[in-house]
């Protein structure tokens, strides 16, 4: 069993305010799989302390920006060396089936580098050319970083959630307090294990698991300057009143509902095969997931007939089996949310077409739940409007491509999405007219070049390469006056 009984606080493994450790179960059959420390209110005082210290007098906001580069480069390098031990942490913590977190390390990879190279290429002070060419000054602008961040995270996809942050953060020159899930304190114990090897000043980095209630103290602390938080649109709708009573700067990755639609010339077999992961990866608990599958009629019972092969075709089981596509869900009430939402979904009136309320044959002990696959799902029904966050799909039938379109902007997300057809570009011209804000064609690819967010409840910013950099730096414009011949400066 792997105890953790101090906390990482401005770069050092120091004692925790209260002494008493919270047990780490496994979502697979409760065993214990460690112990780990917690952080309180106390806790926070002292990292974002240590915080604003390190920026407002400490070397690194004044670090050349290639020097903060190669202390991410480092801490890449020391991540990629331990990948396997930490994506098998991941699962026993999470339920993650192994082939997903073992596929997200080299995805991390991809993520962290698509932000090394935006700072590589990043203006951090340059002269811009003028609008008028007989104007007597010039026009410096500036991006410096902003100060603290308090960054939230879930316990879904943990590390690429922290690097996702963290990354842009640290290369703008911020002081940064990590606040992370209870349920991933074992492996963001492991990430802050790394970042104690790299190098970082004192006090520019806290990483602090901690519950709800010590979340909503970090966030609404009057020395946090900027709030990163990734999680439910809920929770996000809070922390950005919170943002806007004490006016930090903030971002908010949120929830999703995504749709696919599968225009009439898809082939049916890329389709599964793609919706596999773009669907149903990661147990279904990721918030891009496309769960809302949007069919023509005239294909609409094909298309169901080939979901129910799919979502039958999965192994659920212990995410350390490498046969296993579908783990357990993270905790039992999050179990109980998704088989809620199944007898909402009968409830509703749709047709049940494999999967159900019960738990999966041998696996009771743990936080199980049965793929499970809707059809005749009308929009306006729950399952078609609330996020599920678990392995269930509604397949929805649409009349034309402007009723596709239609159905797929009638939610209050807009994250994700994807089309799928025969023609690469009359599939991009739908995707064009869907109101979200990343989507993909004939796959499920996570491109780390563009802004990832979300349109509407689905947060406000973007994360990933150049655009995602900019949230972490304040902009200043300078206007030096040049020297003119017989006259003052």
């Given amino acids: 069993m792997i105890v953790y009984d101090k906390l990482f606080i401005g770069g050092a493994w120091t004692a925790p305010s209260s002494p008493d450790l ?22 926070i005082d002292r990292a974002v302390a240590a915080a604003r210290a390190a920026f407002d007098d400490g070397p690194w906001p004044r670090t050349d920006p290639k020097e903060r ?50 700072a590589e290429e990043f ?39 922290a690097m996702a942050k963290l990354t842009p953060a640290l290369l703008a020159g911020n002081a940064v307090v ?69 006016l930090k700067r903030v971002s908010l990755e949120l929830g999703g509902k995504s749709a696919a639609i599968i225009l009439e010339d898809a082939d049916l077999g890329k389709v599964t095969q793609g919706l596999k992961f773009g669907s149903l990866a990661n147990n279904g608990e990721a918030c891009i997931l496309q769960t809302r599958i949007l069919a023509p009629r005239s294909r609409y019972e094909q298309v169901v007939a080939a979901l129910k092969d799919l979502v039958e075709s999965l192994k659920v089981g212990d995410p350390a089996d490498p046969d296993t596509f579908v783990g357990p869900m993270i905790r039992p009430d999050q179990q109980e ?41 009308d929009n306006r029904m729950r399952i078609a409007q609330e996020e599920i966050f678990g392995p269930v799909l509604a397949v929805i039938a649409y009349d034309d491509e402007d009723d596709a379109v239609r159905i797929a902007n009638d939610s209050e997300y807009g994250l994700s999405g994807g089309v799928w057809s025969a023609d690469p570009d009359r599939a991009l011209e739908i995707a064009r007219r869907v109101r979200t804000g ?22 406000i910013g973007r994360e990933y390469g150049k655009v995602g950099l900019t949230g972490y730096v304040e902009h200043k414009t300078i206007t030096r006056v040049r020297r003119v011949h017989g006259s003052a400066d």
């Fill in 438 to 459: 990343t989507l993909t064609i004939n796959g499920s690819p996570m491109s780390f070049d563009g802004p990832f967010g979300g349109y509407k409840a689905s947060g």
């Fill in 123 to 161: 203006g951090w002070e340059e002269i811009v050319d003028p609008s008028d060419p007989e104007a007597p000054y010039d026009t410096i602008v500036r991006r410096e970083a902003i100060g603290v961040v308090a960054a939230v995270i879930p316990w879904n996809s943990p590390f690429s959630a």
């Fill in 337 to 377: 949310r998704v088989i809620s939402y199944i007898e909402v979904g009968i409830e509703e009136g749709a047709r049940l077409v494999t999967g159900g309320t019960q738990i999966p044959a041998g696996l009771e002990s743990g936080s199980y739940v049965t793929p499970t696959l809707f059809a005749d799902v």
């Fill in 178 to 246: 990590l606040k992370t899930s209870p349920e991933n304190s074992l492996s963001m114990m492991m990430l802050a294990e790394l970042f104690a090897e790299v190098g970082l000043p004192e006090g520019v980095l806290s990483i602090l698991p901690a519950d709800r209630e010590t979340s909503e103290y970090l966030v609404s602390h009057r020395d946090v300057d900027k709030i990163a938080f990734t999680g439910s649109t809920r929770a996000g709708r809070r922390i950005a009143s919170i943002a806007g009573e004490q």
């Fill in 22 to 43: 919270l047990e780490i179960r496994s979502p697979h059959d409760q065993s214990v799989l460690g112990r780990v420390a917690q952080a309180a209110p106390q806790d």
């Fill in 69 to 118: 580069q190669e202390i991410i480069r480092r801490l890449n390098e020391l991540r990629e060396a331990r990948a396997d031990e930490i994506a098998a942490m991941i699962s026993a913590e999470n339920g993650s089936a192994g082939w997903f977190t073992k596929m997200g390390q080299p995805f991390l990879t991809r993520q962290i580098n698509s932000y090394l190279k935006a």
